[in-house]
């Protein structure tokens, strides 16, 4: 009897996550897919894989003539691993700092960079623009750079400084009767430390980053500095009627975002599961 | 503690640059925003300082407050469906996954967090194309249950538009409270789990009786991150219904109505001084939000600690 009860429960399990699974997946494989048929079959039969008799590239092919994706995409990696490097150094530091050392306002400075978690940046844009237009920085990947690591500080100070202070004092104390400086003991003891929450910060960071079209659209617009979900959103906009150039731009967008998630993903689930709530 | 420490400026270098950047590109704007909503320009072009004129235009003037309570009014029907839809779905999939020796929980896992990784421009168009009548997509496999008669173009509609948006968006992110659920749910310490079983609570009546009222924290932190999400959400808009927000701005949330505001829009040309009116009414929406959720709602849920 117990037996049977528990069998129902897990098939009712299965049943509900395998329901929802499908629902999560379907759009994507439904983009991916048809983006290889031709656009006869893309219409007569939305549902079927793509087979020998209505396989076709012709939508890659027109991306690849139309959009300038190679220059999108490189444009998306500088900005984004430009605002990585900043968050995850500086706000490394910084966290460092907030948890290493007593001194006056510890507190207050550590609520001060709080306010940006909950506070979006994006309330501040007219702002941002204004002074962007006043330095000469709009349309430059700069800009978004020095945006973004504004955006990324304040959680990444707040994870950062949770997992320093579980760093063993006796380690920096012997450090400091050996003499080595308080930049060394952070770069050359602490830091390794912290590796995996910094991983952890960096995927946490990285996604939104990727995938921001607001500051794009508006501190960034010019053809040689646009991001790749820019490129995409105009592209896309552009060529509404051509439906395998549309699918083809779409599963190319999810493709790297597909591939680092998958590579990322078991860091990004520790670091929820262990860090986030608390 | 006689002696004077030394002034220990290592502790400077190492705040600097994280306080700069971010009081330059955070903070500063943050204020310079609200600064300009009290300000705008004469006819004549010269900058004055207009107190609360700008707020008196945007409530009372009937073009603007219609645009701006109707954006609201679709806001908060937004957050409404997240909370009702998201987080519910979110927590019964996490209350699954926790479920001791479940198999490919990690394969479940990682999959239904893939819509969240993706960027609204993917999601958005993804959907419009799904949706869409002339591709047939939702029509067929309507058609397939016997339902077709319950399609109709829902994008496209006005009454249906923004309850789709809203949708969609919850199959966007549903990963978020399922993660930092199911994060807590595994948090809850064995012995707890033990003890309810002793006592013969099991399965549903266990997760309502113990599980949840401990989880109650986590609850309402995804709460609050719907909330500032939600109030704060333009992208998957702008990408399915562009920036006039259509059908006849049924779909027009705080967002947008910034977006068309500050840059203008086809005929329109942009205020940045009624941009960084409608920016700073949306700053006391989210801040009023995090207010009552830090000083009501957190100080009240009880913590166990284990």
């Given at each position: 009897?117990?037996?049977?009860?528990?069998?129902?429960r897990t098939i009712a399990a299965h049943a509900v996550l395998i329901t929802w699974t499908l629902v999560a997946l379907f759009p994507v494989f439904v983009i991916v897919v048809n983006s290889f048929k031709s656009r006869k079959a893309i219409f007569a039969d939305p549902l079927s894989l793509p087979l020998p008799s209505n396989f076709d590239m012709v939508g890659y092919t027109t991306v690849m003539h139309q959009g300038d994706f190679f220059q999108y995409f490189l444009n998306s990696m500088i900005v984004t691993v430009g605002s990585l490097f900043c968050v995850l150094l500086f706000g490394a530091m910084a966290a460092f700092a907030l948890s290493?050392?007593?001194f006056k306002g510890n507190t207050l400075m550590g609520l001060y960079l709080a306010l940006g978690i909950m506070i979006p940046i994006r309330l501040g844009t007219v702002a941002i623009l204004q002074m962007m237009v006043a330095t000469g920085l709009v349309n430059t990947r700069t800009a978004l750079v020095l945006v973004y690591s504004a955006q990324g500080l304040p959680l990444a100070v707040f994870i950062l400084s949770e997992f320093m202070r579980t760093v063993s004092d006796d380690l920096k104390n012997a450090g400091r009767i050996d003499g080595l400086s308080e930049y060394t003991i952070f770069f050359r003891l602490v830091l390794p430390l912290v590796r995996p929450a910094m991983a952890t910060v960096a995927v946490f960071t990285m996604i939104p980053i990727w995938n921001d079209l607001w500051f794009p659209l508006i501190l960034a617009p010019g053809e040689e500095v646009k991001t790749i979900t820019l490129g995409s959103q105009v592209f896309i906009g552009q060529f509404v009627t051509d439906w395998n150039a549309v699918l083809a731009a779409l599963s190319l967008a999810i493709l790297p975002v597909l591939v680092l998630y998958l590579l990322f993903s078991r860091q990004l689930i520790r670091g929820i599961t262990a860090g986030a709530v608390k | 503690m006689a002696s004077r420490r030394p002034l220990r400026w290592h502790i400077a270098v190492f705040l600097a640059p994280a306080l700069l950047i971010y009081s330059a590109l955070m903070i500063i704007p943050l204020f310079g925003t609200l600064t300009e909503s009290l300000m705008n320009v004469t006819e004549a072009g010269e900058r004055v300082f207009v107190g609360l004129g700008n707020f008196a235009t945007l409530?009372?003037?009937a073009l603007w407050s219609d645009a701006f309570w109707n954006a609201l009014g679709n806001n908060t029907w937004f957050f409404v469906i997240h909370m009702l839809v998201q987080n519910p779905i979110g927590i019964l999939l996490a209350a699954i996954l926790s479920t001791p020796r479940l198999r490919m929980a990690a394969f479940y896992r990682t999959a239904i967090f893939i819509p969240t990784v993706l960027s609204f421009v993917i999601v958005g168009f993804v959907w419009k194309l799904i949706l869409s009548p002339i591709w047939g997509i939702a029509p067929g496999m309507l058609d397939f249950i016997g339902l077709k008669s319950l399609f109709a173009p829902w994008l496209g509609k006005e009454q249906y538009a923004l309850t789709t948006l809203a949708l969609i968006s919850v199959w966007q992110f549903i990963g978020i409270p399922m993660m930092l659920i199911y994060a807590a749910l595994l948090s809850i310490p064995d012995e707890v789990i033990e003890a309810a079983e002793m006592d013969g609570i099991t399965g549903a009546s266990q997760f309502w009786k113990i599980k949840l009222p401990l989880i109650l924290p986590s609850i309402g932190i995804i709460s609050i991150l719907t909330f500032v999400g939600n109030f704060n959400a333009f992208d998957l808009i702008y990408v399915a219904q562009g920036a006039l927000a259509g059908p006849d701005y049924a779909t027009d949330i705080l967002g947008t109505f910034?977006?068309?505001?500050?840059?203008?829009?086809?005929?329109?040309?942009?205020?940045?001084?009624?941009?960084?009116t409608i920016a700073t009414a949306m700053f006391f929406i989210i801040l009023t939000g995090v207010c009552v959720y830090l000083f009501l709602i957190q100080t009240r849920l009880r913590r166990y600690q284990f």
């Open positions: 009897m117990q037996a049977r009860q528990n069998l129902g290493e050392y007593r | 409530f009372g003037d910034l977006y068309r505001t500050f840059f203008g829009f086809q005929l329109q040309l942009g205020d940045p001084h009624m941009g960084a």
